[in-house]
């Protein structure tokens, strides 16, 4: 078994705290749930207990749960995408069997979700997340009155966040003019009032809480008993403002961090005054600190211990200019007295999808294994990812995606032409959408690097649509089924731009039997072609681990050793 997390019910009135704990066999997404009673420290006899699927729970009550999973067991009930579709009621002590039917969504949507919002007198709102699309949801409230669901009025690209001073704070993913009201950009933080819209069923007056500047992106919201905060990217640093709600708005009030790195709110809960920040950097272990509404002051309480020397380490920030101008930050650790005459070996990763920021953090492991032994660590914010916010991410989308590939292999051609490395020396490492980024990086430009660690990846994207949950990414890449989008994958696809005349570095790939998210016949596949054409290639296939390809510790040990012995051998001329 794998944990895969716990979805906790604290009751107001008293009594044990009791989770859902998510069982994973062998590291898939699908789980099995269990009840867990913490003050016992056991699962509850005859308590809440699902069979295998990718399913989502939410408390209503102690009694009580919303779930969405695969309920007739054959996956009949599933969407396209391999996810529920169906939101049930089901109370303790019956079957799951005889859960209440609330909403379904259609076939063709990517998933159905239970969704429940605390307001700050305890009440629970019941709904649903019904996701469109991968970008796109709706989001349902069932009135306990038996009446029909009602949609929030939101837009269909926007993600509640928490409810503070009775007004639920929501951020955008696309520019917004709700009728008679002001306009909103997309980025934006607004509010409006949770008791007028239950009262209504439309949408009240809504105002602006916070708008990035075009280096920032929010990245969370987190609410405590005495305030609300809000978690920023700064230039891809982490920042964490205090919000106050005011007569003519809200103010925001920036809180001391130890230095630039990634920050963000480890814990708040509405019914606490203590708030937890973790910080952490690329030569900083993540640090536990305790913050003060009162003074606005942080105290360190604890930090992971260092686990790497990092004497004489330095990090930069950088900027590399893409195809088409747009200017590219990039982060680089190394040493302090490195000579840029091109022969430090030098490891660059990048993701670029699904706005999913990639920040500075620590990892003893690579510090360990590759910073200790000389080597560079690059991290490429390319286009794709959500480090400026819904744009960024949005510039890249299906059509445009070759921006985010020239984005990565500008900041490849920066750091050789600066001096730090050079072809031979420099090697790049991705997984999963990042997978399919190092493979891209295979046929368009294999004479930029030596070494290529293609981790979980989409390789054959003519099919991908059709393996997993492969049919929910549509609209991040363009559906095959779509004849001008199809004729773009076709100029992209690593698995049908392989060219046996061509020279490549040698790759590692990296899956796992049992990951059901990205199918591991991708990376069989494009394996098979340098096997087919007799080039060198490295293959392994985890038989556990799921989409991490790891199940546990020493699976984690066995990958993380597998891969610097392959990026030294590559990469470095001298091997201890």
């Known amino acids: 078994w794998v944990f895969k997390g716990a979805n906790c019910f604290d009751p107001k009135d008293g009594g044990s705290t009791v989770c859902m704990i998510s069982l994973s066999n062998g590291g898939k997404d699908a789980v099995e749930t269990r009840e867990f009673d913490l003050e016992t420290k056991s699962f509850v006899e005859g308590g809440f207990k699902t069979p295998e699927a990718k ?216 019914d606490e005054s203590t708030v937890l920040l973790n910080y952490e950097g690329f030569l900083t272990p993540d640090s536990l600190l305790e913050w003060s509404p009162e003074t606005g002051a942080t105290t360190p309480l604890k930090s992971l211990p260092e686990k790497f020397d990092t004497e004489g380490l330095t990090v930069v920030q950088k900027f590399a200019t893409s195809t088409d101008g747009t200017q590219i930050p990039y982060f680089i650790v190394h040493a302090e007295e490195t000579v840029m005459d091109g022969s430090t070996p030098t490891l660059l990763y990048g993701y670029g999808g699904f706005e999913i920021t990639i920040s500075p953090s620590y990892n003893s492991t690579q510090g360990r294994l590759w910073l200790e032994q000389g080597g560079a660590y690059v991290l490429a914010n390319i286009r794709g990812g959500g480090e400026f916010g819904p744009e960024w991410h949005q510039a890249g989308l299906k059509l445009n995606r070759q921006r985010i590939y020239d984005d990565f292999i500008a900041v490849g051609e920066a750091v050789i032409a600066d001096g730090l490395t050079s072809p031979e020396k420099l090697g790049i490492r991705g997984g999963s959408n990042g997978g399919l980024l190092m493979g891209v990086m295979l046929n368009q430009r294999p004479d930029l690097w030596n070494a290529s660690i293609v981790a979980v990846p989409l390789l054959d994207m003519l099919r991908y649509h059709k393996l997993l949950a492969g049919a929910s990414w549509v609209d991040e890449y363009g559906s095959p089924d779509v004849p001008e989008e199809r004729a773009f994958l076709e100029t992209i696809s690593p698995y049908h731009n392989f060219d046996a005349g061509k020279d490549y570095p040698m790759p590692f790939f990296v899956t796992s039997t049992k990951d059901d998210r990205v199918h591991p016949g991708h990376a069989r596949k494009m394996a098979a072609l340098f096997e087919e054409a007799g080039k060198p290639f490295l293959y392994y296939e985890n038989i556990d681990g799921g989409h991490s390809a790891a199940a546990n510790q020493l699976e984690r040990a066995r990958q993380a050793a597998l891969q610097y012995t392959y990026l030294t051998l590559q990469l470095m001329d001298e091997v201890d």
Do not use: C, H, M
């Open 55 to 270: 399913q989502g729970i939410s408390w209503v009550d102690r009694d009580t749960l919303l779930i969405a999973t695969d309920w007739g067991g054959d996956g009949s009930t599933l969407t396209d995408s391999g996810y529920p579709s169906t939101v049930k009621r089901w109370s303790r002590g019956t079957t799951l069997e005889d859960a209440e039917a609330l909403y379904s969504g259609d076939k063709t949507d990517v998933a159905l979700w239970p969704f429940t919002l605390e307001l700050e007198d305890g009440t629970r709102l019941q709904g649903a997340v019904e996701s469109d699309t991968f970008f796109t949801a709706k989001y349902w409230y069932f009135p306990e009155d038996g009446r029909a669901p009602v949609q929030w009025p939101i837009p269909i690209k926007s993600s509640p966040r928490d409810v503070y001073d009775g007004k639920l704070l929501v951020t955008l993913e696309q520019d917004w003019a709700p009728e008679g009201q002001p306009r909103f950009n997309s980025g934006d933080l607004v509010a409006f009032s949770v008791v007028e819209f239950l009262e209504t069923g439309t949408l009240p007056a809504t105002g602006l809480v916070f708008r990035p500047n075009e280096k920032q992106a929010i990245r969370g919201v987190s609410v405590s008993k005495d305030t609300a905060l809000l978690s920023i990217n700064d230039t891809v640093v982490g920042k964490v403002l205090r919000l106050d709600p005011t007569d003519d708005g809200w103010r925001t009030t920036s809180i001391a961090l130890p230095g630039p790195g990634q920050a963000g709110v480890a814990f708040a809960d509405s």
